[in-house]
Every structure is written in C-alpha cells, then in structure tokens.
C-alpha cells in the first residue's frame, strides 16, 4: 500500500519515456521484425494446445483480445501504446468499418505502421506520435474502446494515466447508449509491484529504465473514474515460450539482424561493435525473460487481462 501511495502522488505518468524508445522502440525496425513473427506482435503470445506455431500464438492472443473487449465492426478504437501495429492493423482488417488510431512514443513504429497499412490497403487506420505525458485528443475526439497491449509497464502514475484514458472514452449517452470499454494487458508478478531502477542492475539499464513491474491487483487501486468489469490471469508459460520463438526465429535470421544493428551502429558513428553487442543483449533479454517467465510452472510472474467500463 506504500508503494501504491507513492505512485498516486507522482508528478509524471511515465517517467524517462526517451529511455523506452531508445531501448525498444526505435532499434531498428528491421532487426526487431526479424525476432517477431508475422504480426509483429511485441508481448506475449497465447499459445492455447502448446502445439501453435509463432503466428498461430499470435492469432489466438489478438482473437482473445477481440472477445475481451467485445469489439465489433463500426467502433471507433484506440490502440493505446500501439507498438508496431500487430493490434491495430489486425483490428482494421478484421473490422473494416471501425476507425482505429494508434497512439505511440516512437516515429519510427508510425513509419512503419504507416507503410503496412499502405501496402495491404487499410485506409481504417491512423498512428499518431505523442509523449501520453502531455498529449491530449480533441474533446470531439471519443472511443468506444480503448486497448492497451504492455503499454502499462512503462507507466508510475496510474491514477494520473486512469483518469485521462476515462477522458478518452465516449460518454454512455453517444450515441447507443452502450457502455464504452477500456481493455488492458500487462505482464505482472502475481502479487507485489516494483519498480525497475537503473541501480538495480542489467535488465534495468539496458531494457527497462523507468519501468515497472506490476502486480496482478494492482490496478485495482486506480478505479477513480474507471470501474473494474473483471480480470483474467494468464500462467507465464506462455509468454516464457513466446520469447523461446523470438529467441528462435533472431537466431535463424541473424546474418540479416546483426547486419542491420551493425549498419544502424555506423550510421550513428558509434561503431560496429556497439551494433553486435545489442544484438547479443536482445538474445540475454530473450533469455533470460523465458526463466522469468516460467518460474514455478508460470504461476510467479503472468499476464493480466483488464475490462474496465466508466462510473456511472
């Protein structure tokens, strides 16, 4: 409960979100789509049999989140966090008439969203870039539903990030009458919350500076505008074999990855060696997030799935 006053007095909603582009997000497109599967999906997978492929997996969890959030064609839905677009291009092909925006830290995810879209003839779909800390939509700007895939963990202050997602979503009076609903996914310890401090070591540093890791409840404490609907726990196995499939297809695809890291290295005067050593630092990360992930049979660390619907 000190951890979670401490979060709800915080002045930012996300703290060093240069960090996350720097670590994530704008490395080169190419290399982190040669560790991806087909969609492009950056998060945990739902591989329902164990026997999926890396694009089955894929499928499944973006269907899952379909039924979740009961989306329907003719919404209009933001793709809160929206990574490289596997949620927001899936969605504008699925649903051709919804309106889907894609909200993103990072130029280089609306570059490519934007290029997706383009070559596969989506015209349902739009990427905006913008810091959450301070964007803001247009008050005639409203969502009948509002994703957010592993977007949370780069947050502090949910009170602050709650309240302006409630903001974002159409009045139940707009224009059915229907409830508009907020869908969540993180990755999440199952009972303690933490923060991911540079002093702390390694994974900090290089992949998670200003991060936090969430407990299962923890959004339960933030439902100042926002009522919980009901939640879903989701053993870490699947994500530990998600990552075990990143960690498979970087290495099939090396010559083409490390190549790509090197040329971005050069470009950036910093050298070829800084180019390798990041793609040996992703393969650690991959690594060493499988364990996390599949500790005591995936029952430490998982994923939560939220539905939230606004306060009367």
């Known amino acids: 409960m000190h951890w979670i006053e401490q979060v709800r007095v915080r002045a930012t909603i996300a703290d060093l979100t240069e960090k996350a582009n720097e670590q994530h997000y704008e490395v080169s497109t190419q290399f982190i789509l040669s560790c991806l ?4 999906k950056y998060s945990s997978c739902l591989y329902s049999t164990g026997k999926e492929s890396l694009e089955e997996a894929e499928v ?35 649903y051709p008439n919804s309106r889907i925006t894609g909200l993103s830290n990072s130029s280089t995810q609306k570059a490519y969203i934007d290029t997706a879209a383009k070559s596969r003839g989506l015209t349902n779909v739009q990427v905006i870039t913008a810091d959450v800390n301070t964007f803001e939509f247009d008050s005639s700007a409203r969502f009948d539903r509002v994703l957010s895939i592993e977007m949370f963990e780069h947050m502090k202050n949910y009170k602050m990030l709650m309240s302006k997602v409630s903001s974002w979503l159409r009045p139940k009076t707009e224009p059915s009458g229907e ?19 540079e002093s ?14 969430p407990s299962h409840d923890l959004l339960l404490y933030f439902q100042d505008d926002l009522s919980l609907v009901r939640s879903w726990w989701i053993n870490g196995q699947h994500y530990s074999r998600t990552l075990e499939d990143w960690l498979k297809q970087q290495d099939r695809n090396a010559a083409v990855g490390l190549a790509e890291l090197e040329k971005g290295a050069e470009r950036q005067g910093l050298g070829k060696e800084h180019g390798r050593k990041m793609f040996y630092r992703f393969r650690v990360f991959y690594i060493a997030c499988a364990e996390l992930f599949g500790l005591n049979s995936g029952e430490e660390w998982g994923v939560g799935h939220y539905l939230f619907r606004p306060k009367d």
Request: net charge negative; hydrophobic share 40%; glycine share 12%.
């Open 179 to 197: 409830d508009s609903l907020f869908f969540v996914h993180i990755f999440c310890h199952k009972m303690t919350p933490y923060h991911f401090e």
């Open 200 to 213: 702390d070591g390694w994974m900090a540093q290089n992949f998670f500076s200003g991060g936090t890791m």
């Open 60 to 94: 499944l969890m973006l269907e899952s989140y379909c039924e979740k959030a009961q989306l329907r064609d003719g919404l209009d839905v933001l793709d809160l966090g929206c990574g490289w677009g596997s949620l927001s291009l899936y969605l504008a092909q699925k």
């Open 37 to 40: 599967g087909p969609y492009a």
